[in-house]
C-alpha cells in the first residue's frame, strides 16, 4: 500500500453532466474525508466517514453532492448536474482513530474542470 | 469562528537563502498544529505536527515554532532549494472537534528562484 488513490487525477466536463470520483484510503484506515480546494486557497472539508458511516457534512456539500463508502473501505464522491463553480481539485484523506494525532494523509487530489 | 490567516500570501526567494512563514490562529480548544506542503497539482504532505506543550519541531531544513499563548506559528526553511517551491499549509485541529475536523490556512506559496 503506497498510500491515498484517487481516480481520475483529472476530469473535464460540461455544465450539467454528472460526475463520479474515487478514493482508496489507506488499508487500515477507518476514517476517510473529502475536501474541496480552489486556486489559491486552502482545502474545504466537505464529508468525512467512520468506516461506513457518514458522520458529517459540510454546507458546502449541496444536495447534487452525495459521498458514499458502503464496505468501509473505497469512497465515492458524485456530483450532479455540475455547475460551473464545481471547478476545483477535490482531496480525499484518510487517518486511524483513536490514534496519537488523528493523522490525515493526503491523496493526490482529483481536478475537476466544468465547461 | 475558528480561523487560520498566513502571510505573506506568496514570496520569492533565491536558492540557498532562508525564509520564514507565519501562521495565526483562532482555532479554540487548541489540539494540534500542522505544517502541510503542497506541491502544484499534487496533495499537501505533512511536514510537522505540534501539540499545545511543543515549541519547536524540526524535520530537516524544515522547523517549525509554536506560541500557544500569543496562538502563533512559523515555518523557517533553510537554505532553500528548488524543490521548495510549493504551498506551505498551516493547518490547525481543533480539540474534540468531530472527526478532528482541521481549519486550513489559506497558504503561503513560495518560489525559489536559481
Known amino acids: 500500500d503506497t498510500g491515498v488513490s484517487q481516480d481520475p487525477r483529472h476530469k473535464i466536463t460540461k455544465r450539467g453532466q454528472n460526475v463520479t470520483f474515487r478514493c482508496d484510503p489507506i488499508?487500515?484506515?477507518?476514517?476517510l474525508y473529502w475536501y474541496r480546494q480552489t486556486l489559491g486557497q486552502g482545502p474545504e472539508f466537505l464529508t468525512y466517514?467512520?468506516?461506513?458511516?457518514?458522520?458529517?457534512k459540510s454546507r458546502l456539500l449541496s444536495d447534487r453532492f452525495s459521498a458514499e463508502r458502503p464496505k468501509g473501505s473505497f469512497s465515492t464522491l458524485e456530483i450532479q448536474r455540475t455547475e460551473q463553480g464545481d471547478s476545483a481539485m477535490y482531496l480525499c484523506?484518510?487517518?486511524?482513530?483513536?490514534?496519537?494525532?488523528?493523522?490525515?494523509?493526503f491523496g493526490p487530489g482529483t481536478r475537476l474542470t466544468v465547461l | 469562528k475558528n480561523q487560520v490567516e498566513q502571510s505573506p500570501q506568496s514570496l520569492i526567494i533565491l536558492e540557498g537563502k532562508n525564509c520564514t512563514l507565519q501562521?495565526?490562529?483562532?482555532?479554540?480548544?487548541?489540539?494540534?498544529l500542522r505544517w502541510y506542503k503542497q506541491d502544484t497539482g499534487r496533495g499537501p504532505v505533512s511536514l510537522t505536527i505540534?501539540?499545545?506543550?511543543?515549541n519547536t519541531k524540526s524535520n530537516g531544513r524544515y522547523t517549525a515554532t509554536l506560541d500557544a499563548d500569543t496562538k502563533q506559528s512559523s515555518l523557517h526553511i533553510t537554505a532553500s532549494q528548488l524543490s521548495d517551491s510549493a504551498s506551505y499549509i498551516c493547518?490547525?485541529?481543533?480539540?474534540?472537534?468531530?472527526?478532528?475536523?482541521?481549519?486550513f490556512g489559506g497558504g503561503t506559496r513560495v518560489l525559489v528562484k536559481p
Open positions: 484523506a484518510s487517518s486511524l482513530a483513536p490514534s496519537g494525532y488523528n493523522e490525515q494523509f
Open positions: 488499508s487500515e484506515h477507518n476514517r
Open positions: 466517514f467512520q468506516n461506513e458511516a457518514q458522520l458529517e
Open positions: 501562521c495565526n490562529y483562532t482555532v479554540s480548544p487548541f489540539s494540534n
Open positions: 505540534m501539540t499545545f506543550s511543543e
Open positions: 493547518v490547525v485541529s481543533a480539540e474534540g472537534a468531530a472527526g478532528n475536523k482541521l481549519t
